[in-house]
């Protein structure tokens, strides 16, 4: 596949005028939403933020760092610890009537019929099977097959300037925006005369913004794949979109799952590699081998028929003519083993050599493949975020100064994780921060001097490079 095509497509796409200026404009969104109601927080999150003691912590400059976003991808994939509200799957061979979905109770045990309760609560899965196992084995006096998997993971809770705080199921990979999305977006006094419809809009306008950007990281991962370099370069439009700090931090990302494709890839390769030496020294040594028989059953051959003259003669007995023949059969039997050993060792070879070229084949023809993909997913985005600017145009305009560099408006992010004493430790985060179970993510505002919002209700822009130039002339 043209390299080239897909930086034409992708890269220099994505340097034009209207898609340089995307970052400032769904920037200049993120703070539309809805009024919240005084007491409006669901009793989960209430009951939680009150039971647990928070631990107040320097303030960090690097927000939710490296080390922390890697650490919370590797909790929820790897070594993810049980805790009160989480439901998991119990499956016993043999035993379908206590195979079920159970709960961590508010004592953090899973209770199971007949076996009794189990200590589940800062328990890995696994750990929580060994104990069922050894229960059902004293119960049913031998072993048998257990597994427990995570079910349901206990909710995250929204809490602070959003438009319905509360809790909300867990996700994978779940992050910072996509949390505030689920509670109606981030609020303010000026959003609260906008219409339901452009608040909708303007939701989906900044999913699109974190999703463009980790394409455009996507993308950057398989054009390095495609050229098979080791390092990852941070793409200009990558920067100009999320800033330098975010897109080093989502290149990063990709740069770790990158490393770990490439690893995994080189070790099947090199295991292949290895196959084929062998095999080809193998085949090698078979070939010297029918070398050496060869000469063998001449040498023999000359002998029988030196012997066989002698026997006309009556100069030999009839034993030595007879040993004579026996030792060129078998010499000629070890012929026909290391012939049929040499093809063998030649198909085994030819095969190694076509799993080599396959796997090479097939992993230039998926990358090839996933970036015609993020092409196109890239186009769509493009095309709902011109529609959606266009229908919030349609049904109130945006206020002009939503983010201003005198700091009139600026969102905090916060996320309260529970630490190793029980207590709530907070983190300063970004909206693509990730979250484990059990976060609370709080959202509060610095400056709260937001009454002078000046709505545009410019009908005729409708392009991306248009609404630019309407808010950044103002």
Known sequence: MDTTRHNKIGFTRLAQPKVAGLMRTLGVLMVLGLPIASGYFEPAAAD???????????????????????????DVDQTYDLDIGDR???????????????????????????????????????????????????????????TVEVSDRRPI??????????????????????????????INSASAQLPTEALRETAKLRMSDVEYKRLVARQARLLADLENKSEIDVP??????????????????EQRYYNSQRDSLQTQ??????????AKLETESYINEQSALHDQLTARQNMLASIKNLATKGLTTQQRLTDSEILVALVQRDQRQTS???????????????????????????????????????????????????????????????????????????ILRKNDVGGLTPLTATDSSTLLPGDVVQVTIEKTNIDNFG??????????????TSIFKQ
Do not use: C, W
């Open 48 to 74: 939680m933020l009150n039971a647990a003691p928070v631990t107040e912590v320097a303030h960090q400059p690097s927000l939710l760092g490296e080390s922390q976003e890697s650490k919370a991808v590797a």
């Open 88 to 146: 998991v799957k119990v499956s016993i061979y043999g035993r379908e009537d206590l195979s079920a979905i159970y709960s961590v109770n508010e004592m953090g045990q899973v209770r199971i019929p007949t076996l009794g309760g189990f200590e589940a609560a800062g328990h890995s899965p696994l750990s929580l099977e060994e104990q069922i196992g050894t229960a059902v084995e004293k119960v049913m006096q031998r072993k048998t097959d257990v």
């Open 157 to 186: 809770f929204v809490s602070g300037l959003v438009a319905k705080p509360g809790s909300y199921p867990f996700m994978r990979d779940m992050t910072v925006i996509q949390a505030l999305a689920l509670a109606g977006g981030v």
């Open 236 to 253: 200009k439009v990558l920067i100009d979109l999320a800033g330098p700090v975010e897109a080093t931090r989502l290149i990063a990302d």
């Open 269 to 278: 390769m090199s295991s292949l590699q290895d196959s084929i030496q062998q």
């Open 340 to 414: 049929a050993n040499i093809a063998r060792s030649r198909q085994n070879l030819g095969r190694l050599e076509r799993e080599l070229a396959v796997l090479t084949l097939e992993r230039r023809q998926t990358i090839e493949k996933d970036l015609q993909g993020i092409d196109d997913q890239l186009a769509n985005l493009e095309t709902n975020i011109n529609q959606s600017v266009k229908i919030i145009h349609q049904v109130g305009g945006l206020p002009k100064d939503l983010v201003s560099k005198d700091g009139t408006l600026q969102y905090n992010y916060k």
């Open 455 to 468: 709505i545009d209700k410019d009908p005729q822009v409708t392009t991306i490079s248009d609404r630019l």
